[in-house]
Nanobody, 126 residues
Framework: QLQLVESGGGLVQPGGSLRLSCAAS????????IGWFRQAPGKEREGVSCISSSDASTYYADSVKGRFTISRDNAKITVYLQMNSLKPEDTAVYYC???????????????????WGQGTQVTVSS
């Protein structure tokens, strides 16, 4: 069973940066499309970014375009979400998720992702 672990969350001032990591113990992630999602209190979980299994396709929500970048390491062990120019509205629990059914594209919807991490808190506040 694939188990995902997120790390890198924390408290940062507006305008600051964080890099989130998503890794799977004992597995490589090269055969999975990976998505990053976030959920703020009282709100639905929303798609932030994803990268396809082939690495040929990425997706970014309009709210993070130009500020966030998704990438994989060369060993295909870890997927990163580099978050720059953070805003208070980026505050949420961030989750990574894996989908083994897509290759050339990835989905920004939580539906279809079979494996989820436990989440990491990101708080943007002065």
């Amino acid at each position: 069973q694939l188990q995902l672990v997120e790390s890198g969350g924390g408290l940062v001032q507006p305008g600051g940066s964080l890099r989130l990591s998503c890794a799977a113990s004992g597995f490589t992630l090269d055969s999975y499309s990976i998505g990053w999602f976030r959920q703020a209190p009282g709100k639905e979980r929303e798609g932030v970014s994803c990268i396809s299994s082939s690495d040929a396709s990425t997706y970014y929500a309009d709210s993070v375009k130009g500020r966030f970048t998704i990438s994989r390491d060369n060993a295909k062990i870890t997927v990163y979400l580099q978050m720059n120019s953070l805003k208070p509205e980026d505050t949420a629990v961030y989750y990574c998720a894996a989908d083994q059914t897509t290759y050339y594209y990835c989905s920004g919807s939580p539906k279809g992702y079979d494996y989820w991490g436990q989440g990491t808190q990101v708080t943007v506040s002065s």
